[in-house]
């Protein structure tokens, strides 16, 4: 039996970018790294961003908005990623948690891109029979014949 989706957090994608979250933040807590406002600021602002942007197109009555919002909330997941190299190359105590991060920060994307194609996959269903309409209306005014 499928789990309906009622409410945002019901998404697999945003308790996925709440789990990454939660693990940035411990990596960003620790010694060296909190002392660098710039990165751990960054990489924080990042992963809140995938789980905001998940939370917030899934209230979104139109399909492209909501398809807007999962976008963004899939290129974070790329910076989130982009910013663990930083990491990985110039914090050393750091670099070992690295990249079982990432590979969560893959995983996470890959769902959010998940949920973007099937909303792309609903907005076209939604959108053909009013292109269809249209053009058989335009047909008929212009007595076009097939």
């Known amino acids: 039996m499928t789990q309906s989706i009622e409410k945002f957090e019901d998404l697999y994608a945003w308790q996925e970018a709440r789990v990454m979250t939660k693990e940035i933040y411990h990596l960003t807590r620790q010694d060296d790294l909190c002392r660098d406002f710039g990165v751990s600021n960054q990489i924080q ?11 917030e197109g899934f209230e979104r009555s139109g399909l492209q908005e909501k398809l807007n919002f999962y976008n963004i909330a899939r290129a974070s997941c790329a910076e989130v990623r982009s910013l663990l190299y930083v990491i990985e190359d110039n914090f050393p105590d750091q670099a070992e948690e690295t990249p079982e991060l990432r590979e969560l920060a893959i995983r996470t994307g890959k769902m959010v891109h998940g949920l973007h194609t099937s909303t792309r996959k609903r907005l076209a269903f939604t959108t053909l029979p009013i292109l269809l309409a249209v053009l058989v209306i335009g047909m008929t005014l212009f007595k076009i014949q097939l």
């Open 45 to 55: 602002r990042a992963s809140v961003s995938v789980m905001s942007n998940l939370a």
